[in-house]
């Protein structure tokens, strides 16, 4: 079946720093979407993206979805302890109008 | 506020026994989703459901059950068959159009951990 792959499983940074993470399949996805989730928490929607190409911020963080359709990646600026948490990538398939896909996490540790 | 509830947050269960997880929400949305946590991997579909008296198995459905009675609730039960059930639970709702457009975005609770003693 078709899967993500996202990278780096884990993060251990310093305050302040940048962090990119990324996700890529060998299938074309149709939507790219980026959830947080915090530590015993539901995962809580970042940033969606829907055309090749696009680019979105949403304050610190910035994604965008590959022009091949099958990679999309995140990256947050001068990060903060209260960006700790997962961040797991989701797509939905070309061939699929409802079933996410998701990747499997990447964990991100900020040390103040 | 609109949101989905889960409850139990925390549940615990003896071997054998079958267990009900809540899900309510109230944001008007057409599909309810159920997915398995387990630590260290992303999220895996057990069920979901388009439409009120209707809903599909995903991958992992073995040993669950559901029930789509009302639009607002997706109640999960997880049964004695299922083998290795501790795991965290998320439920999520979203708009249903049936097209790519964003509308499957999903909005999830926040999660209820079972743990089987």
């Known amino acids: 079946g078709q899967q993500l792959n996202q990278s780096p499983q884990s993060m251990f940074i310093q305050e302040g720093e940048d962090v990119s993470m990324n996700c890529t399949s060998s299938s074309i996805f149709n939507t790219w979407l980026w959830y947080k989730q915090d530590p015993g928490e539901g995962p809580v929607l970042l940033i969606a993206?829907?055309?090749?190409?696009e680019l979105t911020s949403n304050g610190r963080l910035t994604a965008q979805f590959g022009i091949t359709r099958k990679d999309s990646f995140l990256n947050i600026s001068a990060s903060i302890p209260s960006d700790v948490g997962i961040y797991f990538c989701?797509?939905?398939?070309?061939?699929?109008?409802?079933?996410?896909?998701f990747g499997s996490g990447t964990r991100l540790l900020v040390r103040p | 506020d609109g949101g989905i509830t889960q409850s139990p947050k925390y549940l615990f269960r003896k071997e054998g026994q079958n267990v009900t997880l809540s899900c309510e929400q109230n944001?008007?949305?057409?599909?309810m989703y159920w997915y398995r946590q387990d630590p260290g991997q992303g999220l895996r579909l057990i069920y979901y459901?388009?439409?009120?008296?209707?809903?599909q198995k995903g991958d992992i459905a073995e040993g669950y059950s559901v029930s789509r009675e009302k639009k607002e609730s997706f109640p999960l039960t997880v049964t004695s068959a299922q083998k290795n059930p501790t795991a965290f639970y998320l439920c999520?709702?979203?708009?249903?159009?049936?097209?790519?457009?964003?509308?499957?975005?999903?909005?999830f609770g926040a999660g209820s951990r079972l743990t089987v003693l």
């Open positions: 944001l008007n949305h057409d599909a």
């Open positions: 989701a797509g939905i398939p070309w061939d699929s109008s409802y079933k996410l896909i």
């Open positions: 993206l829907y055309k090749a190409g």
């Open positions: 999520a709702s979203s708009l249903w159009t049936g097209a790519a457009s964003g509308a499957n975005v999903l909005t």
């Open positions: 459901s388009q439409i009120v008296n209707d809903f």
